[in-house]
């Protein structure tokens, strides 16, 4: 730049006026607001983008701790954490790599409940994977804060363990396994099995919570079909046999077993009552039938479990559990066994089961 009387050159091309002032060669220029707001909302940007990616950074190092925690046995289970292990393996986790399952049996004893609960916060698991209502409400008394996974509960909007199915809210979620429908849909299958049954047993345990309901409902749908329900209690594993005998008694011709933990690890035993006592029974898990018993009808447990797997997922990368809509899954899973058809002598409706 040079510059001569009133002109001057710059860059080349002659301009009007005044020489350039010495800060406006040497120094930098004023501050241009729309630059400056421009270079901050570039900032910003940048921050927010590599939140995630140091959130993500961090969690590939992590070893996630799962909860497993359940009212039933080691045995009845395998079937249902291979499943929920599918599903994990399916979403990229893999034992002792980047998550550890640690599971802890009641064995159908519900006192112990909180205590396995307790003994799990204290291991600092990251999410809690229940089943059935004692177990999420033993859970979520030991832990205000740790997110809780729940499958397979009948009711948890009126068991008081999420506010609505869409919007959970606190620190429960995940997949209910029951509605009206499936009541119904257990009696008509027996009446096709026993036209003309008229009484029909039913066998549950009062101390779980979710079993009256289910009676109520049972009770329901049984008026609208001109059957007559007779209730029969069992809340340890040796009533299973004085309630069996008091059945007889009243020689109902069918019977229903709610669903219960307890009653599903004697499952054996109340499939050999039933045998015995000529009574042609319907179940609510598969197992029943796999033991030799006339039917089952409800959901698919193993897929229930194998779904859980999705919201561990979830809530692992930062979902919270209340903002997580629950679902209630359909039931159709129905099996039936030849060996309980033979010891009854009935023609089972056509399944999609066995």
Same mark, same amino acid.
């Not at 669903?259 to 009552?273: A, C, F, N, T, Y």
């Not at 197992?287 to 779904?307: I, K, P, Q, T, V």
């Given at each position: 730049?040079?510059?001569?009387?009133?002109?001057?050159?710059?860059?080349?091309?002659?301009?009007?006026?005044?020489?350039?002032?010495?800060?406006?060669?040497?120094?930098?220029?004023?501050?241009?607001?729309?630059?400056?707001?421009?270079?901050?909302?570039?900032?910003?940007?940048?921050?927010?983008?590599?939140?995630?990616?140091?959130?993500?950074?961090?969690?590939?190092?992590?070893?996630?701790?799962?909860?497993?925690?359940?009212?039933?046995?080691?045995?009845?289970?395998?079937?249902?954490?291979?499943?929920?292990?599918?599903?994990?393996?399916?979403?990229?986790?893999?034992?002792?790599?980047?998550?550890?399952?640690?599971?802890?049996?009641?064995?159908?004893?519900?006192?112990?409940?909180?205590?396995?609960?307790?003994?799990?916060?204290?291991?600092?698991?990251?999410?809690?994977?229940?089943?059935?209502?004692?177990?999420?409400?033993?859970?979520?008394?030991?832990?205000?804060?740790?997110?809780?996974?729940?499958?397979?509960?009948?009711?948890?909007? +009126?068991?008081?363990?999420?506010?609505?199915?869409?919007?959970?809210?606190?620190?429960?979620?995940?997949?209910?396994?029951?509605?009206?429908?499936?009541?119904?849909?257990?009696?008509?299958?027996?009446?096709?099995?026993?036209?003309?049954?008229?009484?029909?047993?039913?066998?549950?345990?009062?101390?779980?919570?979710?079993?009256?309901?289910?009676?109520?409902?049972?009770?329901?749908?049984?008026?609208?079909?001109?059957?007559?329900?007779?209730?029969?209690?069992?809340?340890?594993?040796?009533?299973?046999?004085?309630?069996?005998?008091?059945?007889?008694?009243?020689?109902?011709?069918?019977?229903?077993?709610?669903?219960?933990?307890?009653?599903?690890?004697?499952?054996?035993?109340?499939?050999?009552?039933?045998?015995?006592?000529?009574?042609?029974?319907?179940?609510?898990?598969?197992?029943?039938?796999?033991? +030799?018993?006339?039917?089952?009808?409800?959901?698919?447990?193993?897929?229930?479990?194998?779904?859980?797997?999705?919201?561990?997922?979830?809530?692992?990368?930062?979902?919270?559990?209340?903002?997580?809509?629950?679902?209630?899954?359909?039931?159709g899973d129905q099996h039936e066994s030849r060996e309980g058809a033979r010891a009854h002598d009935a023609t089972v409706p056509a399944a999609a089961g066995r």
């Amino acid at each position: 730049m040079t510059c001569s009387g009133g002109r001057h050159r710059h860059w080349g091309r002659e301009i009007d006026g005044p020489a350039l002032s010495a800060r406006a060669v040497g120094a930098p220029p004023d501050p241009n607001p729309r630059w400056m707001m421009y270079l901050a909302t570039l900032a910003s940007v940048l921050v927010l983008l590599a939140v995630p990616l140091a959130i993500e950074a961090q969690q590939a190092g992590k070893l996630w701790r799962v909860g497993y925690l359940s009212s039933s046995s080691v045995e009845r289970e395998r079937t249902r954490v291979a499943a929920f292990h599918q599903g994990l393996r399916e979403l990229g986790y893999l034992e002792g790599k980047n998550i550890v399952l640690e599971p802890r049996y009641a064995g159908g004893d519900f006192d112990r409940l909180p205590e396995l609960a307790a003994e799990l916060v204290r291991h600092k698991v990251d999410v809690f994977v229940v089943a059935g209502a004692p177990v999420a409400h033993a859970a979520k008394k030991a832990s205000s804060v740790t997110p809780i996974v729940m499958t397979a509960i009948a009711d948890p909007v +009126g068991m008081g363990l999420v506010a609505s199915l869409a919007r959970p809210g606190g620190t429960i979620t995940g997949l209910s396994d029951f509605n009206t429908g499936v009541v119904a849909k257990r009696l008509e299958l027996l009446r096709e099995v026993v036209p003309s049954v008229s009484r029909v047993a039913v066998l549950l345990n009062p101390t779980n919570p979710s079993n009256p309901p289910q009676l109520k409902l049972t009770q329901d749908a049984a008026a609208t079909l001109a059957v007559t329900l007779l209730a029969f209690e069992a809340k340890r594993a040796d009533e299973i046999d004085r309630a069996f005998t008091a059945i007889k008694t009243e020689r109902p011709g069918a019977l229903i077993v709610i669903g219960d933990p307890m009653l599903g690890s004697h499952r054996k035993r109340i499939v050999e009552l039933s045998s015995q006592n000529r009574l042609p029974a319907i179940y609510w898990v598969r197992e029943f039938a796999d033991a +030799g018993g006339l039917m089952s009808y409800g959901a698919n447990y193993d897929d229930l479990w194998r779904r859980a797997a999705t919201y561990v997922d979830k809530i692992l990368k930062g979902a919270k559990p209340g903002d997580l809509p629950a679902h209630q899954v359909r039931a159709g899973d129905q099996h039936e066994s030849r060996e309980g058809a033979r010891a009854h002598d009935a023609t089972v409706p056509a399944a999609a089961g066995r």
